[in-house]
């Protein structure tokens, strides 16, 4: 199809493209060294039309790290059908993998210049609210023990994405020390559920 005839993006697609030239290009530099006017040229639109779907950089970023934490939720569904140490294996390497992959962003949220952003810290609380409900779902119980169960995994996640982002800023751990160290913690607070021996192995 020649140049003048090319298909024009739906508005669905333009906002698609633009996400994925920010999401290269956070990817790549810091937080600071991306401009908005870098990437409207890169997508062949004009300042304004970026503008239009993202007011601020923040916004832009804000909108890349939900879309990221929706995909990395849809991949990591838990699947009863395995026994809960290996869903907790195969939750942590795609968590992993996950913070690996978008180093730059997990860091710019967390310890950057977004830290105490209140909109990119909400991408986070429900990121974690939906992995809490669905690992106390998995492990179950009832009433009060529901509660305590609760309580518990809302620090263990808190700790996980803690040693992670340690981890991203060079921690001397290796990725399989950083999984264990998760498994063994996970593994002291429900015993009856994941059996450290067992939880370590493989």
């Known amino acids: 199809m020649s140049e003048g005839r090319r298909r024009r993006l739906t508005p669905h697609e333009r906002r698609s493209q633009l996400l994925d030239i920010g999401a290269e290009m956070f990817a790549h530099h810091s937080y600071e060294e991306v401009h908005m006017e870098s990437i409207a040229a890169r997508g062949g639109v004009s300042r304004g039309l970026l503008y239009r779907y993202f007011p601020t950089k923040r916004d ?3 909108a890349i790290f939900e879309r990221d934490s929706k995909r990395l939720l849809a991949s990591s569904p838990i699947d009863p059908t395995l026994p809960m140490a290996e869903q907790v294996k195969a939750g942590l390497d795609a968590h992993l993998d ?22 990119v810290q909400q991408i986070i609380s429900d990121e974690l609210a ?13 009433g009060r023990n529901r509660h305590v169960t ?14 992670c982002v340690e981890w991203l800023e ?13 498994i063994r913690n996970l593994a002291s607070l429900f015993p009856e559920h994941l059996d450290p021996a067992v939880a370590q192995s493989g």
């Open 130 to 142: 939906t992995l809490r409900t669905r690992l106390l779902d998995a492990l179950g119980g009832h």
């Open 150 to 163: 609760s309580v518990a995994l809302h620090g263990w996640l808190a700790f996980v994405r803690a040693v």
């Open 170 to 182: 060079g921690s001397p751990l290796s990725r399989d020390e950083i999984r264990e160290l998760c």
């Open 98 to 119: 996950y913070f690996a992959t978008h180093r730059n962003n997990i860091l710019t949220a967390n310890r950057g210049a977004l830290a105490g952003d209140p909109t």
């Open 60 to 62: 832009l970023f804000a």
